[in-house]
């Protein structure tokens, strides 16, 4: 993800911090961009790489969508494999 935020950087005001040791993730992204539905799906489509922290409606979207995902698809899936 970090080399992603680097080469393709979601706006021309961007800032990227690495993140301590110990995180889960390798960077920190700043960045002011519309919200989109091209947004939305860009972020879904990282998985769990990355996790949105603000704006607060979005992540609530992220985090409604990443559930019916998971409701989809079940943990019985999971443990079936």
Known sequence: MSDLSCDSPLS????????????????H???TVPSTGQLLRWLLG???NIELL?????????V???MKMAAI?????IAAD
Do not use: I
Not at 54 to 62: D, E, F, G, S, Y
């Open 73 to 77: 698809y079940g943990m019985e899936t």
């Open 54 to 62: 603000k704006p607060a409606n979005l992540r609530n979207t992220v």
């Open 29 to 31: 992204v700043r960045s």
């Open 64 to 66: 409604q969508q990443s």
């Open 46 to 48: 990282c998985g769990d």
């Open 12 to 27: 021309d005001v961007q800032r990227v911090d690495n993140e301590p040791g110990g995180s889960p993730f390798d960077v």
